[in-house]
């Protein structure tokens, strides 16, 4: 169960990436892909993060580990009673934090290096990490192999002979190689097929208890993350739009645009009807957002407003807040929540 | 019904009754060994290559001539069991004079070569993975060298340099890295953003041990292909500029420099043995040479079964 310790806090994050333009690249305009994020994350949680292509919640995860560099913005990550901002880290620090949070990605067939036996992929995180000898190396490699249900022997093999899952959880295994706290699960059963995903959820959810992991667990498929999530948080144009409890969120969604993403869920029953709450138009561009709520263009809510509140919606930018005041925070980010 | 024996049947019958003698032996361990002795091209094409190689360090063991021996009683004598491929307008065994000639060309084009591929590949690797100031630099650098008239590069840097083998290997690798290095770089650019690459990076290991170590090997095949290419090529363009008089030195015979005579129209009509077996070596040579490269190009590629 999560715990109330906080070990990730993540306070007005930005990351955006310059548009260049004309014959000198000059910086014409800038894609706001993480536009002021700010997310608590505990001990032994499961957060998932949720949204359509292109909100920019992969790049969120990229920026925790730092794939991407934010712009703007703090990641603290907390140790005991130490705290580091994972933005601003002296070199020895950085070493010592990069191995704690660790990422699963998503196409297992780009995620292992071709030219590379298993082994040969891991062993240099652990040598960086100082395991010295051969054959301890080999020792830790084939633990985690049977960590994740496969044989230790299959070090040896490249990944070409591998299934999907397989080098999935090679994947999984790879992330854990230098016993991280934090995994970052970017989209990590999205490319299985669902049988598939079954299996290697169930191992995840495994891991993470035999270790006391914290997964960050990003989709786009919501039942995964109502299975496997604690909290959740769901984002659109690079904000996160509400936050809360994973029960609370999948039975009362408050925001506009959570209820819409809800009722796209295909539900397999012929007695009920689901109102599928159809958005229209795209995705605006994240070069220039829409003012006040980015979501208003497109918000089924923002029709039945009168003048005087979709004025609101369309001058103000609307804040992350405590919607219901219950014992559980449900955070929600629109003027008029349901 | 039955089906029509395919030759993988007779692969597996033969397979069968090894394993049923016991007498089937477990491959050996390097599997890529065992991968470029199953391409018969490619054992073909090395074989070719090692044994030209062979002949040319070992010339004074495989023709008793002087390459440089003037005997005018001798001049443009068909070939005969003393000269086993004739003699050429001054009297000299033309045998004689391919064979030590490839010391000298084999030499040029697989020194230029390698000499290119460890500019080109060292630069283009890691340029190509950071990116930034450096690739748009090393970019720029590499299109004014390919862009500017390669003989006349040549022709400077023969006059600054002087006029010898080492400074044509050395002209021929300034002047040849570039399509090496561009090849490099755009294999990097698009093996850099695979996942693993980022995996990496989020170990945090240094950016060294990423680019040469892991991304590197997955981008050797076409390079290889194209160091082979870039023998080949070195190997006409030294025969080029021998014949421009700017190549090795005029007395030193090289394939290009026997193949010269066949600019003369008599020679070319009625004196076939002067240049057609230089011809025959050097296209010979150069296909053994794609060959092995394509061999190895295959073996390179661990997803590449058989």
């Known amino acids: 169960m999560p715990s109330q310790e906080k070990i990730l806090h993540i306070n007005g994050l930005k990351t955006y990436f310059p548009v260049r333009k004309g014959l000198l690249r000059t910086v014409a305009a800038h894609v706001k892909a993480v536009d002021g994020v700010d997310l608590e994350i505990y001990r032994g949680e499961t957060l998932g993060l949720v949204g359509e292509s292109g909100c920019g919640k992969t790049t969120l995860g990229k920026s925790i580990i730092q794939l991407v560099g934010a712009v703007g913005g703090q990641i603290l990550y907390h140790e005991g009673e130490q705290t580091f901002d994972l933005l601003n880290l002296s070199p020895e620090e950085f070493k010592h934090i990069r191995q704690k949070i660790q990422i699963v990605f998503q196409d297992p067939h780009s995620s292992l290096n071709p030219a590379f036996t298993v082994f040969g992929s891991l062993q240099d995180p652990l040598k960086l990490y100082g395991v010295k000898t051969k054959a301890e190396r080999r020792k830790i490699i084939g633990d985690l192999l049977e960590a994740v249900n496969m044989r230790r022997e299959q070090m040896d093999n490249y990944p070409h002979e591998f299934s999907g899952g397989q080098r999935q959880r090679i994947g999984i295994a790879r992330a854990l190689c230098v016993n991280p706290e934090i995994v970052i699960c970017d989209e990590a059963v999205s490319a299985l097929d669902v049988s598939i995903q079954a299996q290697v959820l169930q191992l995840l959810q495994e891991i993470k208890e035999a270790r006391g992991l914290t997964y960050i667990f990003i989709t786009h498929d919501l039942s995964v993350v109502e299975y496997i999530s604690d909290r959740v948080a769901v984002m659109y144009l690079g904000k996160i739009v509400e936050l809360a409890e994973s029960e609370a969120l999948y039975r009362t969604p408050r925001h506009p645009y959570t209820q819409a993403l809800l009722s796209a869920i295909p539900i397999a029953d012929l007695d009920r009807k689901s109102d599928r709450i159809v958005l229209e138009g795209d995705v605006p561009n994240p070069v220039s957002p829409p003012s006040g709520c980015a979501f208003h263009p497109r918000c089924p809510k923002f029709k039945s407003l009168s003048e005087p509140e979709k004025q609101r919606c369309m001058g103000e930018s609307p804040q992350l807040s405590d919607a219901t005041q219950l014992t559980q925070p449900h955070l929600v980010s629109c003027h008029y929540p349901n | ?306």
Request: proline residues 4%; positive net charge; aromatic residues 10%.
């Open chain 2, 1 to 306: 019904m039955t089906r029509r024996p395919t030759r993988l049947d007779k692969k597996f019958d033969l397979l069968r009754e090894k394993t049923e003698q016991g007498t089937l032996k477990a491959p050996s361990s390097n599997r890529a060994l065992n991968k470029l002795a199953s391409n018969k091209l490619a054992v073909l094409g090395l074989a070719f290559v090692t044994i030209m190689i062979l002949a040319s360090v070992f010339a004074p063991l495989v023709t008793q001539y002087d390459p440089q021996k003037v005997d005018l009683r001798m001049m443009l004598k068909p070939p005969s069991a003393d000269h086993i491929l004739g003699t050429d307008k001054i009297g000299r065994d033309v045998f004689a004079r391919i064979i030590y000639g490839g010391q000298i060309s084999i030499l040029v084009g697989l020194g230029s070569a390698l000499g290119a591929a460890l500019i080109g590949v060292s630069i283009g690797a890691y340029t190509g993975y950071k990116g930034g100031w450096w690739d748009s630099t090393f970019l720029r650098i590499s299109e004014v060298v390919m862009s500017f008239p390669q003989i006349i590069l040549v022709l400077m840097l023969v006059t600054i340099l002087g006029q010898s083998l080492m400074n044509l290997i050395i002209i021929f690798t300034l002047t040849g890295w570039g399509s090496l290095y561009r090849l490099t770089r755009a294999q990097m650019l698009s093996l850099r953003e695979e996942e693993y690459v980022q995996a990496l990076r989020a170990f945090g290991l240094n950016t060294f041990t990423i680019c040469f170590k892991h991304i590197l090997p997955n981008a050797l095949g076409p390079i290889m292909v194209n160091i082979t290419l870039s023998t080949a090529m070195f190997i006409l363009q030294e025969a080029g500029l021998s014949f421009l008089g700017l190549g090795v030195p005029l007395n030193i015979p090289t394939w290009g420099n026997i193949l010269n005579v066949a600019q003369d129209l008599r020679i070319l009509q009625n004196y076939w043995w002067v240049w057609l077996p230089s011809a025959v070596t050097i296209s010979l040579f150069v296909l053994a040479i794609n060959f092995v490269g394509d061999g190895l190009r295959d073996t390179t590629d661990p997803t590449m079964q058989g």
